[in-house]
């Protein structure tokens, strides 16, 4: 799911002052020492039990540590607190879906009908609260009726939105055919919200998750463009400008630059594309480069963040072949 809202970004190995709980805890989510920042939340949560956005901070923050039930605990307090808030009902459906990825059958499903709910209230609270108008459209587009969903559900909320502003109402369209895998008809309306003016500098770069996997470098290259314009210090058009100059094979030095520069300032978040591919992305450009022993430690130390990642697996073992 797109998560908007600005990112500070600081470095994954800032310092933090745990003199303030509430306000160290802030710093270490945005530095990304999610560890760290739950234990200082909860002691903050501890000071002052009533603070339903502390409650908010550790949604989040269990969020990126994966830690579903802990997220949806924090969320569900945020709302007990305050159950007239649109952004914590967004967060508690974020939670429950998040859980339900994760669950058994029966479980999922009870799940997914809590997200679509928490969604559906979250934009009942705030219509402009277009973060949670595109999970609720989301949701719709790719769950089943059985749990709620369906596109016959979507295509009015698609229109509501698109009356609130063009932009957000051409991605949520253009997210919906993606989800159905027309993906001529999903490029055309991120063409058009890109073209409208778009004033999320999160909704931009997720059309750029996009036109990474369909190697799409010009769309890319505006991506970067209009995302820089919104959003200044948000380190991510770096990578995306990169990866468009690595797939146009043509301003190599900048290309490796860019990665580079992102790679040491992006947060380890999951709105922002994972480092692991950032030195992927590098392993390619330099094995291009004929910079065979370069590449063998970029997609090396891919492996080492995600010992999952197949791409650099198979990266690896094509070039200790060719050595």
């Not at 952004?87 to 679509?116: F, N």
């Not at 559900?153 to 939105?161: H, M, Q, T, V």
Request: charge should be negative.
């Amino acid at each position: 799911m797109m998560v908007l809202g600005g990112v500070a970004l600081l470095s994954a190995r800032a310092d933090v002052n745990p003199g303030d709980p509430l306000k160290a805890g802030r710093e270490a989510y945005e530095a990304s020492q999610y560890p760290q920042a739950a234990q200082l939340l909860q002691q903050a949560a501890t000071n002052d039990p009533r603070n339903a956005a502390i409650q908010l901070l550790l949604t989040k923050t269990y969020s990126e540590m994966q830690r579903h039930d802990d997220a949806i605990n924090s969320a569900e307090k945020a709302v007990s607190l305050d159950p007239q808030n649109s952004v914590y009902h967004e967060w508690l459906g974020r939670a429950y879906g998040e859980k339900a990825e994760h669950a058994v059958m029966l479980s999922a499903m009870s799940l997914a009908r809590k997200t679509r709910k928490e969604f559906a209230e979250a934009v009942r609270l705030d219509s402009n609260n277009f973060s949670a108008r595109q999970s609720l459209i989301e949701f719709d587009c790719a769950a089943p009726p059985i749990v709620g969903g369906g596109e016959d559900k979507a295509r009015p909320e698609i229109a509501k939105l698109a009356e609130l502003d063009a932009a957000e109402g051409h991605y949520a369209a253009g997210n919906c055919r993606k989800q159905k895998k027309d993906f001529a008809a999903a490029d055309a309306e991120f063409t058009k919200a890109l073209d409208s003016h778009p004033q999320s500098a999160a909704l931009v770069y997720d059309i750029g998750d996009y036109a990474v996997k369909h190697d799409q470098p010009d769309r890319l290259l505006k991506v970067a463009n209009l995302g820089e314009q919104l959003a200044p210090n948000d380190v991510r058009a770096q990578f995306y400008r990169g990866v468009a100059y690595i797939v146009r094979n043509e301003h190599v030095d900048d290309a490796e630059r860019f990665l580079r520069e992102y790679i040491e300032r992006a947060p380890t978040r999951s709105s922002f594309p994972r480092l692991w591919d950032a030195h992927n992305w590098l392993g390619h450009l330099l094995e291009n480069e004929g910079k065979t022993q370069d590449a063998v430690k970029e997609y090396q130390a891919a492996l080492k963040l995600d010992p999952k990642n197949h791409v650099s697996r198979e990266s690896l073992k094509r070039l200790h072949k060719a050595m």
